[in-house]
């Protein structure tokens, strides 16, 4: 765990969706050094499904040492938005900083996907986090060491993270291209602008309605805790210097000295199983690594040479389980003395490797026979 160092007292938070999960977590770290927190949510009432309140949520803050203003904010309506920006500046004087975390998700493909579902997901996930920053940068314009968080992921173009939920890869992004352009449009005011994104699934009362229960969604996720001290570790950096930057929880972790990450583990004894999170691809050689105790003798598929044995050793080590984790097949163009193409289809099935190209094929990688061998020697 990242200890807190006193940075953020004083400081003003206005952190949408804080009511619950992530938000709120963000909120209780900085609250520990005496920060100011603006909790922005629709959550005014009891939800039937979902716990926590803006008012619950206040008084979490409050007893872990900060001050809290909750406030009903819907990021989809403008004049809420400025009524809560209003409050929060007459109560602490500014806004230092901006968490945009309020996000709606529908993993739905395109003829699965009403507009209405469409409409939520981009006017909270990309119009929203404009509306909120657009709203919030007077003020954070003014302040010391402003500094703008989103909680989106690296905008990353594989086919694979659009054709199975293009709406919603489209809405999480908009909030990722926020980063881009806003980074450079406020790099002269020293308005830092970052997105966070957590390297494994986060147990939240949104991962445990998709993961169909709690033990469930337990047994493969970390807990809030991992995003909160990541952030906490960025927002106390000088905005000056740090912008502009699509950052992995745990390796911003691993920069601050904290590089074990198993007391973050909700099932510890799980900790090395846990599901990877949406639009970060798993390189296939650290899949096979973590997968492949050694290599076979024999060659796959009558194929002689280091890579047929590579992948001999692939082939005895597929599973319904990695299958599932991965979902995903990979085409290797292989140069030099053993030139050829294979694929590892980790999609179907227990899974399954071959010579020759794949049709479907989600990612292909191109290298030498002999960095090949490399990149999987001692698997």
Not at 125 to 147: D, E, W
Request: net charge neutral; proline share 4%.
């Amino acid at each position: 765990m990242l200890n807190n160092t006193g940075k953020l007292a004083g400081k003003t938070l206005f952190i949408t969706g804080a009511s619950r999960g992530i938000g709120k977590a963000i909120a209780l770290k900085a609250a520990k050094d005496g920060a100011n927190i603006v909790v922005a949510a629709k959550t005014a009432d009891p939800h039937p499904k979902l716990p926590g309140t803006i008012y619950s949520a206040a008084k979490e803050i409050e007893a872990a040492g900060g001050k809290a203003l909750p406030c009903v904010v819907d990021v989809r309506d403008e004049s809420s938005i400025a009524n809560a920006v209003n409050d929060a500046v007459k109560a602490f004087g500014g806004i230092d900083i901006l968490i945009n975390n309020a996000s709606a998700i529908s993993l739905t493909p395109t003829q699965h996907t009403d507009m209405k579902r469409y409409d939520l997901m981009h006017g909270i996930n990309t119009r929203g986090t404009f509306l909120v920053s657009k709203l919030c940068l007077p003020y954070l314009l003014k302040s010391k060491n402003a500094h703008i968080l989103n909680i989106s992921p690296p905008l990353n173009m594989n086919p694979i993270w659009f054709k199975n939920h293009v709406a919603y890869t489209m809405a999480k992004y908009g909030m990722s291209m926020c980063v881009l352009g806003m980074a450079e449009e406020f790099r002269g005011d020293k308005v830092a602008v970052n997105a966070l994104w957590p390297r494994t699934a986060i147990l939240t009362a949104a991962m445990e309605m998709l993961a169909g229960g709690q033990s469930e969604a337990a047994r493969m996720s970390r807990k809030p805790d991992i995003m909160a001290d990541a952030a906490y570790a960025i927002l106390t950096r000088d905005s000056g210097s740090f912008t502009g930057n699509f950052a992995i929880d745990d390796e911003v972790l691993a920069a601050e000295g904290i590089t074990n990450m198993d007391s973050y583990a909700i099932d510890p004894s799980n900790k090395d199983n846990l599901m990877p999170d949406f639009f970060l691809d798993v390189p296939p050689e650290t899949i096979i690594k973590e997968h492949i105790q050694k290599p076979a003798a024999a060659s796959a598929g009558g194929a002689g040479g280091e890579v047929g044995k590579v992948f001999k050793a692939i082939e005895a080590n597929l599973s319904e389980e990695l299958v599932a984790k991965v979902n995903a097949i990979y085409q290797f163009n292989v140069s030099g003395a053993e030139e050829g193409q294979w694929f590892l289809d980790l999609k179907t099935g227990k899974g399954s490797v071959g010579q020759g190209p794949s049709t479907n094929a989600d990612a292909t990688l191109s290298m030498n026979s002999k960095h090949f061998a490399d990149m999987f020697a001692g698997i």
